[in-house]
């Protein structure tokens, strides 16, 4: 059986990703490897944790021996690596736990997945290092276009009403790199190490560098659960600065779908930008995001739009991205199949009808689940 790692498979995006493989895929075997940091839940894979072909392991990526180990009693062939600390925040308060992770735990992942590989009789035949990074690499974009035009990109998804662009300029392949953060400093070393073992030691390998992602089973410090939550027990709603930011919205299941076309279609060595294709301001979006809940809440639509408070903004706060991703619906026939009202009404319905995974990480009861499944080890 071939078995893939998939490192933080228990956070947001790699739940998704562990479900979709899993499901799609039951002769391979997926290995889960999480720390379980705060970020880290299983209650996301409940439905899936029991199949023949899924191993969780508890670990963490900076730790070699471990990641050796693992890799060799599966015989692990290819990686799909997720396990980072993803909030910007978190990353100004705290930037040491970013380098650890995101730069020191990739290097750990590849040195080791190097020691497995090279000691093999195929060597890197038929293996794969695939490296999930972010658009914030790219730094930001002007908002040239403050009330927004018609965007030049179209996709079948693309015809709702809003459907604008900001500016001239959009992220490409070829972008420079120009982090301004601390984590998104740590993301760009992270993706200059992966492309290091591919230009040093022939490790075939792959980047893709998305926008943001939003969906079911997002930690709430992140903008749309965390409003969501808010609207729900009318609670202020903090918007950064004057919520001009302008940001590049995919739905979650999207990012998985093209995460497997690339795995097993992508070219090594390559980069491939994925986006939604889909721009919005942060003020627009919170503003539709209180009509959608406020609907589904059976409120009057609108009636909490006065929940909106502006706050001191993020420190370096990125103004605009916009994903350029041509090259991944041209070379592997990708794009986005929902339309952002679509899935903005998809998520807040998620949310809604799963106050229970709301309360459960709001209280950190979920913290305990690993124990009641797994025992104390
Ligand atoms: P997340 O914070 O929800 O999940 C991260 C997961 O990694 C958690 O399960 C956590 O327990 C695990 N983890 C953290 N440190 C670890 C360590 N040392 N060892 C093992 N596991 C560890 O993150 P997410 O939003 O799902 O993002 C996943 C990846 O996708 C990240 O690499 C992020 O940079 C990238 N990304 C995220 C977005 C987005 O919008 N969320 C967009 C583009 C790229
Ligand atoms: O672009 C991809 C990135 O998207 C990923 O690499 C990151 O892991 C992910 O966290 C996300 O980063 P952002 O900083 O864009 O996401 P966040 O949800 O934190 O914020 C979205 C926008 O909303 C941003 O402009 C800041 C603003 N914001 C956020 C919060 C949490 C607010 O105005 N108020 C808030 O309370």
């Excluded at 792959?206 to 930690?219: A, H, I, M």
């Excluded at 749309?224 to 739905?251: A, C, K, S």
């Excluded at 619906?329 to 679509?342: D, K, M």
């Excluded at 998520?347 to 689940?369: E, F, I, P």
């Amino acid at each position: 059986m071939k078995s893939i790692l998939i490192t933080g498979g228990a956070g947001f995006i790699g739940s998704h990703v562990v479900r979709l493989f899993v499901t799609k895929y039951p002769d391979c075997r997926i290995v889960n490897l999480d720390k379980l940091t705060y970020a880290g839940n299983l209650e996301n894979l409940r439905d899936v944790e029991q199949r023949p072909n899924y191993t969780f392991v508890r670990g963490d990526i900076c730790d070699f021996e471990t990641v050796v180990s693992l890799m060799r009693r599966h015989e692990v062939e290819g990686i799909i690596h997720l396990a980072a600390e993803s909030h910007v925040d978190r990353s100004i308060r705290d930037p040491f736990t970013f380098a650890r992770t995101n730069v020191l735990g990739t290097l750990t992942l590849l040195e080791a997945a190097r020691r497995c590989w090279e000691e093999r009789p195929e060597g890197y035949a038929g293996k794969l290092f695939y490296h999930i990074s972010t658009d914030e690499v790219y730094g930001a974009l002007e908002l040239t276009r403050p009330e927004g035009v018609a965007s030049p990109f179209t996709t079948t998804a693309s015809s709702a009403e809003h459907h604008l662009a900001y500016g001239e300029e959009f992220f490409e392949e070829t972008t420079r790199y120009a982090p301004h953060s601390p984590y998104s400093a740590s993301k760009a070393s992270s993706d200059h190490f992966v492309r290091a073992y591919h230009d040093t030691y022939g490790m075939p390998t792959l980047v893709t560098n998305c926008s943001n992602n939003y969906g079911p089973c997002q930690f709430p410090e992140k903008l749309i659960p965390l409003f969501i939550n808010n609207i729900r027990h009318r609670r202020p709603l903090p918007v950064y600065g004057r919520g001009e930011n302008v940001r590049d919205w995919l739905y979650v299941e999207d990012h998985a779908r093209a995460i497997d076309r690339i795995f097993h279609h992508g070219r090594v060595a390559e980069t491939y930008n994925i986006g939604g294709f889909n721009e919005w301001k942060n003020i627009d979006l919170i503003r539709l995001l209180v009509r959608t809940t406020d609907r589904l809440l059976g409120r009057r639509e609108g009636e909490d739009l006065d929940l909106i408070t502006f706050v001191e903004d993020r420190k370096g706060h990125d103004l605009r991205y916009a994903i350029d991703s041509r090259k991944l619906q041209r070379e592997l026939g990708w794009e986005p199949s929902l339309q952002f009202e679509e899935g903005i009404e998809r998520t807040v319905r998620w949310y809604l009808d799963n106050q229970a995974w709301m309360d459960r990480v709001t209280s950190g009861a979920y913290r305990t689940y690993y124990e009641e499944m797994y025992g104390s080890r």
